[in-house]
């Protein structure tokens, strides 16, 4: 598989698991519905600013864009345990945080 319907599949995978349509995605993105579904199609490539953009949009590390499912042997169930343990382990460093700040004072 090419690199452009890797980071496509990418893409896709993780902005259904973001529950976004390619409207809203695409919205989010400022681009086309047609880009953002010719780059989940691996017709055509990001740039790298856009590659940056999607990353942050959808909250993923942009190297996890572009790795293939026989590398990761991820599948929806281990996305879906990923983005809960992100969740879990951001409101743990928010609590840290905030108990930090508050005994500094």
Same mark, same amino acid.
């Given at each position: 598989m090419d690199v452009k319907?890797?980071?496509?599949?990418?893409?896709?995978?993780?902005?259904k698991l973001k529950? @976004?349509?390619q409207e809203q995605l695409s919205e989010?993105?400022?681009?086309?519905i047609k880009h953002l579904?010719?780059?989940e199609t691996g017709k055509v490539f990001a740039s790298?600013? @856009?590659?940056?953009?999607i990353a942050l949009v959808l909250n993923v590390s942009v190297a996890a864009l572009f790795y293939s499912a026989e590398e990761k042997s991820f599948?929806?169930?281990?996305?879906?345990?990923?983005e809960q343990i992100i969740e879990e382990e951001s409101a743990k460093a928010v609590l840290t945080i905030k108990?930090?700040?508050?005994?500094?004072?």
């Open positions: 319907k890797i980071f496509g599949n990418n893409v896709h995978e993780y902005r529950k @976004l349509s989010k993105l400022e681009i086309s579904s010719n780059i790298a600013e @856009l590659i940056e953009t599948d929806t169930s281990d996305f879906q345990r990923i108990n930090r700040i508050h005994t500094e004072k």
